[in-house]
């Protein structure tokens, strides 16, 4: 599994794909099934995401990796 640094924080391959596919508007469910993954699955990354980028909703997480993705 890849990882990329950002801000003294490691984000995995599924973890970018899962914001990438939140910016451009998917659905968990979409991303799921995109990725062969159930919902929770995206919901963890989604939290992971949150957590890593300090922010408290998954449209925060976007905004601030925004530039990145």
Not at 19 to 28: F, K, N, Q, W
């Amino acid at each position: 599994m890849q990882k990329t640094k950002f801000l003294n924080t490691c984000f995995t391959e599924e973890e970018w794909l899962t914001a990438l596919m939140l910016s451009r508007g998917d659905t968990i469910r979409t991303i799921a099934n995109k990725l062969s993954v159930s919902n929770r699955t995206i919901s963890r990354h989604i939290t992971a995401l949150m957590r890593k980028t300090g922010t408290n909703n998954r449209y925060k997480a976007i905004a601030v990796l925004a530039k990145y993705i």
